[in-house]
């Protein structure tokens, strides 16, 4: 038997037991004739000793040992005269009557610590001793949490959980396609599904009126901390409810896991805003609610001064910074880099201070007097000792930078909170959005998403002010979810097509198995899908989906533990009929 107990269990009532521990060396310490050794494992750490003059066969096997060293060791419990409060078996040590080394170890690249000392990339290269550290498996103890917490809410709510294919045709979800060659069908390929998206709506069609599934989804998109190419969903679907039905569902399963996992209770409804007024207030479909700082329109307010930059633009809005008064030159300064920075873009920053003395003095005094520069800050809801932000040029742009700034501010002023959540639904989504460069509509979620029955109309007359029966489900700022009621009739689907672009005949050789599905009584429905890595981030208090995923791929797209994508074998290639551009194929 390799073990009695775990390298986290025994405790001072366990004291004179006779006990078997396996696990790794995590140091080893001589000190006057004793020698400490720590014993990790996935539970903890467990202190052995041994006695360097007693016992010289032990003695001499423990000086051979190294870190990370796999040992089986036999003793007793006794208890402690040096206490170490830290640990839950810090009152007791086990007094060594044998050590077995198991297996030994290369000298590890980093330390197996909390904070270590590898880096990034060393980390994801060694991942499995990565994985070893505490952070690391705490964040993944967590996730099977969380996934057992979800499960069995669902399945009590009566949710089916049914895998879907991998190899598929390509649904389209607004990303590339990742696609797999067929050996047999030569010249054609499979597409990773970017969702299960179109194989929920025809379970729907099947009758299976709950579904479920934790699945892995694949979208071949540029980077970002909180994208990976392969990652989880939480895949929903429901048949006979409206958005009203999915959105108390989900809210239910999202209070769930706050007050299983986190101990949180969300007292009430989750509030709901529409897109618009998320864009209009916070330069963004996924506001941060846990502080106001809401945008307040200058733009009418403060043009015909001769000030160029205000007249010149198509809008001028600001945030009011609560008792930032007092900033001083270079605050300020550093705030103006932040809004300048190229992936920002502003030209520049106009502050207004409204000092505790009831004076004000704005970097645009030469141009508006103190009368108007109060006026602007009644307007903005400013009190003594605040400070209004502003920014001006072409809208969308102006709104996205005072969007960055406002969340700069909150930082600074420390109102983004890990421990505070702040749940929104979004709501009435724009359906479709217009592309100058290709001249066409593409459907903001996907092309099954219903419009609201109330502009439906409007999808002949004006499609682009089309809203859409969609809701994404926004958590500090997070985009934690998102989903839609989808459009469950033949006609309107054909017709989203059109508007989409499809020939009729691209649109039967891409989704004809769908509406010709439809054709056999497709019931209401509609559904959701969370991101579960950005879920079990956010409950872990972490900022990079990497964090919570085991084996996750670094910013470029690589796993550099397996060295992957790699070359493969021309031999490979041929059975698969590809032919390679030479100059790509480093063989
Ligand atoms: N398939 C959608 C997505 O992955 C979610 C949904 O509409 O249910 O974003």
């Known amino acids: 038997m390799y073990r009695t107990h775990t390298c986290g269990e025994l405790r001072i009532s366990d004291v004179n037991k006779q006990v078997t521990l396996s696990g790794w060396v995590q140091r080893v310490r001589n000190l006057g004739g004793m020698t400490f050794i720590d014993l990790r494992d996935r539970y903890g750490i467990t202190q052995l ?5 007693t016992q010289p066969d032990l003695s001499r096997t423990a000086r051979e040992l190294g870190r990370e060293f796999v040992i089986q060791v036999v003793g007793s419990v006794a208890e402690r005269s040096s206490k170490n409060s830290k640990i839950p078996t810090g ?5 060594l009557d044998k050590l077995n080394i198991l297996n030994k170890s290369a000298v590890p690249p980093f330390t197996i610590e909390d904070d270590t000392d590898g880096g990034d990339e060393l980390r994801m290269k060694y991942r499995y001793l990565d994985l070893r550290r505490n952070p690391v498996r705490r964040n993944l103890e967590l996730r099977h949490q969380m996934g057992i917490v979800i499960r069995n809410y669902l399945n009590e709510k009566g949710f089916l959980d049914i895998e879907t294919p991998v190899l598929i045709k390509s649904t389209p979800e607004g990303a590339r396609d990742f696609v797999v060659p067929s050996r047999v069908h030569a010249g054609q390929f499979y597409a990773l599904p970017q969702s299960p998206q179109v194989f929920k709506q025809l379970l729907m069609v099947a009758g299976y009126d709950r579904y479920f599934q934790i699945v892995k989804c694949f979208r071949d998109e540029d980077l970002r901390a909180d994208r990976q ?3 989880t969903q939480i ?4 048949a006979f409810v409206e958005q009203e039905n999915i959105l108390n569902t989900f809210e239910g399963l999202t209070k769930h896991m706050f007050k299983t996992i986190r101990g949180v209770e969300i007292e009430g409804d989750f509030p709901r805003m529409s897109y618009a007024d998320a864009m209009e207030l916070y330069g963004s479909d996924k506001p941060d609610i846990r502080f106001g700082m809401k945008f307040i329109e200058l733009t009418d307010a403060v043009k015909g001064k001769g000030f160029k930059v205000f007249d010149d633009a198509e809008y001028v809005g600001g945030i009011c910074a609560e008792g930032c008064a007092a900033y001083s030159r270079k605050d300020i300064d550093a705030l103006t880099d932040f809004v300048k920075r190229p992936q920002i873009g502003a030209q520049g920053l106009i502050y207004v201070k409204y000092n505790t003395d009831g004076t004000l003095k704005s970097s645009v005094d030469k141009f508006f007097d103190e009368a108007e520069l109060k006026r602007w800050a009644e307007r903005m809801g400013a009190k003594e000792g605040d400070m209004l932000l502003i920014l001006a040029g072409v809208k969308t742009k102006t709104q996205n930078a005072l969007c960055e700034l406002r969340l700069e501010m909150g930082n600074r002023l420390g109102l983004r909170d890990k421990n505070v959540f702040a749940p929104l639904w979004v709501v009435d989504f724009p359906l479709l959005e217009w592309d100058a460069d290709t001249k066409r509509f593409y459907a903001m979620h996907h092309p099954f998403t219903s419009p609201l029955k109330a502009d439906v109309a409007l999808l002949d007359s004006d499609p682009g002010k089309v809203r859409a029966n969609a809701y994404d489900l926004v958590i500090n700022g997070v985009e934690l979810g998102g989903g839609s009621i989808r459009i469950h009739d033949d006609v309107l689907q054909r017709r989203m097509f059109e508007v989409l672009g499809f020939t009729d005949e691209e649109a039967q050789a891409q989704f004809g198995f769908l509406m010709n599905a439809f054709r056999y009584g497709a019931p209401p429905h509609g559904g959701i899908a ?22 996750p791929k670094n910013n470029a797209a690589r796993d550099v533990m397996i060295d992957s994508p790699s070359p493969i074998h021309l031999n490979q290639l041929e059975e698969l009929s590809i032919r390679l551009d030479v100059k790509n194929n480093p063989q």
């Open 49 to 53: 000793v041994l006695n360097t003059e």
């Open 91 to 95: 009152d007791v040590e086990i007094i």
């Open 235 to 238: 895949d929903c679907e429901m």
């Open 530 to 551: 969370f991101g579960f890595d950005r879920l079990v981030s956010l409950f872990a208090g972490v900022d990079s989906i990497r964090d919570v995923i085991a084996f």
């Open 229 to 231: 190419p392969e990652f």
